[in-house]
């Protein structure tokens, strides 16, 4: 079934680590988890019963064709994402193109009205999408792609859309600890920081900004510590995503935050030796989709 007018080749892969216990013969004993957007596609499974990863794939997407034509192309190659029948299917979209309320102010039916104060919707091409955070009291809105909504829906029947920052969210709030002071952290995408900022479990701050040099991505970083009260040569930063450690990016913000730590790999899961090869701070988002409900 198609779902967008123009042809997309097969994403590349650019990692690909597999667990030799996953039995694709049993796709009821694991959950799929997908992450969607300029980032790439990728891939992960998890062994329900151990909480434990077993796959992780990663794929390059392009800019000039839909995110579901891309998913498609790699879904007709993939053995994996061909199946039916997983336990759970969790997919998340990454953009900008959401916004956060609490759960006491949000009307099932009015997510149009929400966006439409951070985002110029495109109806046409777009569908609106909510997701709870029921242990925080607050509720994602969030646009995508009507052709990838649409693409998960006819390919799974146990699916869930869901936006990159609630799987963020989840995942740094599992791992922070009730009395935690006041924390900020980054997620790194290319030419995209997320911000967010954690006082014991309750969530302060989320927002996602373009940037195009490292001197807008210190910009941002500095911009909202100040806004926090948070002191960069006093209170530590904890970084996840696609940041090396030689990179501008990196230099640049040792240079102005003095303490800097890589976070870890959510909490409380496993994850096979092959992932070993993995830097732990990689992927926090997809692994973070374990978490959420």
Known sequence: MPFSDSAASVPV????????TLDPANPSAYNLYITAGPAGIR???AEVQRNKFVLLEDYAVTATSSLAAQLQALTAEHE???QAGWQQVRLAVQNRDFTLLPAPLFRPGDEATYLRLHHGLQLAEETLHYYEHTGLDMVSVFATEKSLSA??????STSCLLHQTSALIEGIVHQSKQSAPRQLYLHVNPQELTLVAVQGKRLEFCNIFPFSSAEDFIYYTILVMQELQLNPD???????????????LFTILRKYVRN???GTRPFDLAYSYRLNDVFDYRYFELYSLHLCK
């Open 260 to 262: 800097v730590r890589f």
């Open 13 to 20: 892969v650019q990692h690909r680590f597999r667990d030799e």
């Open 43 to 45: 891939l992960g499974l």
């Open 151 to 156: 693409w998960l829906q006819a390919s799974y």
């Open 80 to 82: 994996l994402l061909r």
């Open 234 to 248: 006093q209170d530590s930063i904890v970084v996840w995503g696609d940041l090396l450690l030689d990179s501008e």
